[in-house]
């Protein structure tokens, strides 16, 4: 009996102390020590199972319950402090992480269009809807495309007209209009109708000024078929200029020369600053130059492969920085390329 007494007692000690130890474990490698130290298949309680068969038969049914409940008590209390730790672990980790939705966000800054681009956009619009495709041809061309198959030889005094940039290559220069894009859409097309606009980058070695720089956009319009008249360019181009500048715009054509287009006019719209008064944007003369247009020359025709006693057209030109800077009011082309913000963010 005195046996039976002491290991019951042992057992109610065991469990006191592996409880007790139990309470100051702090964190998961203490709690997997503390099971192994208490649990395991060396610790105290599971010592009293391996020595049970040396009791006394009479003693081993109530020292073996005993030592069950310590055993089912110790695994009870060990399950509690695991989920307490896990959740005061999580709850410290929520506080450390925490994300403060207080703190103002970071400014988006979205980008926008250039004010070029949207103008050129706009054109294709208008254009698109008067049946005319966007047409791509190369900013460097060779000196034939650029000059002599548009009417220019070499020699003629009209190259003057074009300051030029010329590569190291002979005879590939960066092109001093659209207009070589003429022959290219032709010789594509022929002996179909056109009808295209031809945008792009235009390169001229000249003097940087408030009216000019070396490079700029410049939408060149080309139609091309049998009975193709005077009458369709002015309808056209007026059409377009009513749509850009305003239905009761006042529009006038003046005569001028291109080498490449015969007759060749130039299309003004009353100085929308003055009102037609003149003024310094006008020149006090009351009248804006917008673009260059005329019917295109038989030469050029021939050399796109029509033939000119078949077919006409008519070509324009237009540089669409200028379109921008008379709807704006902009009184410096350069600060078109210049990319400083305080002027871009107005547009
Ligand atoms: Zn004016």
Redesign the pocket.
Known sequence: MTDATDILEQLSQIQAAALEELQRVKDEAGLQAWKAGHLGRNSPVMQVFTKLPQAPKEERPAIGQRANQVKLALESAFSTRNETLKEAALSQALQAERLDVTLPGREQAPGRLHLETRTLREVYHLFGEMGFQVYRSPDVETDDFNFGLLNIPEYHPARDMWDTFHTTTPGVVLRTHTSPGQIRAMREFAPDPIRVILPGMCYRYEQVTVRADIQFYQVEVLAVGRRITFGDLKGTLTQFARRMYGADVRLRLRPSYFPFTEPSAEMDVE??????????????????EILGCGMMHPTVLQNGGYDPREFSGFAAGMGSGRIGMLRHRIKDIRYLWEDDMRFLEQF
């Open positions: 100085c929308f600053i003055c009102g037609g008064k003149g003024c310094p944007v006008c020149k006090q003369s009351g009248w804006l």
